[in-house]
């Protein structure tokens, strides 16, 4: 994909990575990435960010469409990730910029990942404007939204913010802007993504969109740093961004699970089956079959979390403690929960599942669940009896959430 212009003198000079299936090593993409960078052209020609070092050469190339690469006068570093600032030094190099920006945490952030040899360095508070001739850029810090030297820039004369992580999504497309595809699919790929990197900082969400109220900027343009630019949904997806913040309880359990011999699986079945019965929607997943980001992409606005590994030399199974480690990192909140799994002797599962619930903040209304060897049919009518109460528990944390 060649560049693009999004504005006026303000072009789009990122890449697509098509191919790409593991996002930094953690999280599942199905429909690849894209690194974006921008170019804006004034008095001060003035780059946004660069791409993943694998992509420097083709990244130069892009920038060489729209301006001779040693024409750039500074650039501004939002972000120090090696997704967006892997190419840097590659970059300086070859545009030999007369200044680099970046926050306070960044420039320590640089300088703790490259030798910065020479670099004309210097940092940006928040609310910090810098001119680039006819345009300027205001700064905001995010801290840990998602790294420490997290910033967005906004460039009031075109109501554009470039929001670096925020507000992207794992989309490879040949389109740039967000009309392309519908809404609920676009919010889809975005609650992905913040489910699987922004969650465990969703307090600091709220505070963030106060801050940036309170600079007085009128956004019209969103330039995320991941998949598609917003322009006809940036209200859209604002609001978005508080509801993943929140994580307020939807009716829906999301229901994990690992088995050797299909117990645990049948009891993972017989519960699902006990709270659909009671209209809570439920979310199944055999972890062999789903990657973890895949799962908490539904975790977030659950209001349960049900867990169930059969006792495996006296432990969990290794992807029920891979999945439950996963979102222990990413703090979930307001989750209702329930430990379960089927066992041949001395049956630890459910009780260490149990532990490792109330660890992540999990509330447990109900006992663990073990069931020795098979579940035969008065067990399975016990375990749909006990999803059945867990449902009653669920309505009223949904209810609460909502009245509360
Ligand atoms: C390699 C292996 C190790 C096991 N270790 C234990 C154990 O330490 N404690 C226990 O209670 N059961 C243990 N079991 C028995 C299983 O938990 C039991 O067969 C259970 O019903 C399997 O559930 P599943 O059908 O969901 O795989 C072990 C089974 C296998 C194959
Ligand atoms: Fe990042
Ligand atoms: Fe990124």
Redesign the pocket.
């Known amino acids: 994909m060649g560049p693009q212009e999004i504005k006026p003198g303000i072009y789009w000079v990122g890449v697509v990575d098509w191919n790409l299936r593991n996002f930094h090593g953690y999280s599942q993409t199905y429909q690849g990435t894209t690194y974006n960078a921008y170019l804006v052209l004034d008095e001060k020609i003035t780059l946004f960010d660069t791409v993943a070092w694998k992509y420097r050469e083709e990244f130069m190339c892009q920038i060489a469409q729209v301006v001779e690469p040693e024409k750039i006068d500074q650039i501004v570093v939002h972000h120090v990730e090696p997704d967006h600032a892997g190419s840097l030094p590659y970059v300086v190099d070859r545009t030999r910029p007369r200044t680099i920006y970046a926050s306070k945490m960044g420039e320590k952030f640089l300088r703790g990942r490259f030798s910065c040899q020479n670099w004309p360095l210097e940092t940006v508070a928040n609310g910090q404007q810098i001119s680039l001739g006819k345009r300027s850029a205001q700064f905001a810090e995010t801290r840990m939204l998602h790294w420490p030297d997290s910033m967005v820039s906004f460039i009031p004369e075109e109501k554009l913010l470039i929001s670096q992580d925020a507000f992207g999504q794992n989309i490879a497309s040949s389109e740039r802007f967000d009309d392309w595809i519908s809404w609920p699919e676009l919010k889809r790929e975005m609650a992905h993504y913040f489910a699987n990197i922004i969650l465990p900082y969703s307090d600091r969400v709220p505070k963030a969109l106060e801050a940036i109220q309170s600079l007085g900027w009128d956004i019209q343009m969103i330039a995320p740093d991941h998949g598609l630019i917003l322009q006809s949904h940036v209200a859209d997806a604002v609001a978005a961004y508080q509801e993943f913040a929140a994580q307020k309880p939807e009716k829906k359990a999301v229901v994990f ?11 993972a079945e017989a519960l699902a089956s006990g709270l659909t019965a009671q209209g809570v929607s439920v979310k199944l997943y055999h972890l062999k079959s789903w990657h973890h980001s895949d799962v908490m992409a539904q975790v977030w606005n659950a209001a349960a979390v049900v867990a ?8 969990v ?1 290794p992807l029920v403690a891979d999945m439950l480690t996963y979102m222990q990192g990413l703090r979930p909140k307001n989750k209702l929960g329930l430990a379960f ?9 459910p009780d260490i599942i149990s532990r490792w619930l109330e660890q992540i903040g999990v509330e447990q209304p109900l006992d663990p669940f073990g ?4 579940p035969g049919h008065d067990t399975y009518r016990e375990l749909v009896r006990t999803a059945e109460s867990l449902a009653g528990h669920i309505e009223d944390k949904v209810r609460q959430a909502r009245t509360g």
């Open positions: 699970y690992d088995t050797m011999w299909q117990s645990t699986e049948k009891m169930g590994s059969p006792t495996h030399n006296n432990n199974m799994g089927s066992y041949g002797w001395s049956g630890e599962s069931v020795k060897h098979v």
